[in-house]
């Protein structure tokens, strides 16, 4: 019954930036890791980045150095901030748990897009 809520996408320049939120009711982030990924249109969805409980972070290649994944736990909240920003990183973003911990994935919230023009 968790459900997630993503926001805070919009239509940025290239080189701009965004910083994407991600809301949680249900549950609380303090003991799950969560994850971002994006789908482009006709495009399979991708991991982008993960945060684990402890804080710890991974990135995709094509993200590393100008994306920062944080908690707030306090918040029940887990952010993306998105820096230079590139065409390529045009796509619809939701978060979840990531892939790979024996856990089930939560229901896909509605996702928040983010369009980066040339």
């Known amino acids: 019954q968790v459900q997630l809520v993503e926001s805070g996408g919009g239509l940025v320049q290239a080189g701009g930036s965004l910083r994407l939120s991600c809301a949680a009711s249900?549950?609380?982030?303090?003991?799950?890791?969560i994850a971002w990924y994006r789908q482009a249109p006709g495009k399979q969805r991708e991991l982008v980045a993960t945060?684990?409980?402890?804080?710890?972070?991974n990135y995709a290649d094509s993200v590393k150095g100008r994306f920062t994944i944080s908690r707030d736990n306090a918040k029940n909240t887990v952010y993306l901030q998105m820096n230079s920003l590139k065409p390529e990183d045009t796509g619809v973003y939701y978060c979840n748990r990531p892939p790979g911990g024996g856990r089930n994935l939560y229901p896909w919230g509605q996702g928040t897009q983010v369009t980066v023009s040339s």
């Open positions: 945060i684990g409980i402890g804080g710890s972070s």
């Open positions: 249900g549950s609380t982030f303090s003991n799950n890791a």
